[in-house]
């Protein structure tokens, strides 16, 4: 199960990459994603972080790695619960003549078992999708209220 959504920014790649891999400001624009803090040195290729999220009345926080580390074109991390695999995340952002676009993408990387123990008051995909454009949105409206080429 996967899926990715992009949008258009007025904003220079430079912009658009600080902003996906700042962790701390990620809760500003996710409907899930509260924050998170790096465990060590980061952002760079390797470093791990704590990500804390929040759905209805549940709260958890994973460790995630991150697999790819090109600024400022690509920001991607996998993403563990204990031992397990859990899910990959990846923002590429490719320039634009007037700004960027940014691709998130997400791909579930849990297996049945996981799948079927998880919460079922909503469908993970169904909020992922929901999910994932809300946050372009709000990372669209925030950057091109602070971008000078807005």
Request: negative net charge; proline residues 5%; charged residues 30%.
């Amino acid at each position: 199960m996967d899926h990715h959504d992009s949008i258009e920014i007025a904003a220079t790649p430079e912009q658009a990459f600080a902003a996906v891999s700042d962790l701390a400001s990620m809760g500003q624009r996710s409907p899930e994603n509260t924050g998170g803090e790096w465990l060590g040195e980061g952002p760079a290729l390797g470093a791990k972080f704590r990500g804390t999220n929040t759905h209805g009345t549940s709260s958890w926080s994973t460790v995630a790695t991150v697999t790819d580390f090109e600024p400022p074109r690509l920001f991607a991390f996998e993403v563990k619960f204990k031992a397990f695999r859990i899910s990959r995340w990846e923002f590429e952002i490719t320039p634009t003549p007037t700004g960027c676009r940014v691709e998130e993408r997400w791909k579930d990387r849990r297996n049945a078992v996981m799948r079927r123990g998880s919460d079922s008051s909503y469908d993970r995909a169904d909020f992922t999708k929901e999910s994932i454009r809300t946050t372009l949105e709000r990372l669209k409206d925030e950057l091109e209220a602070a971008s000078p080429t807005a």
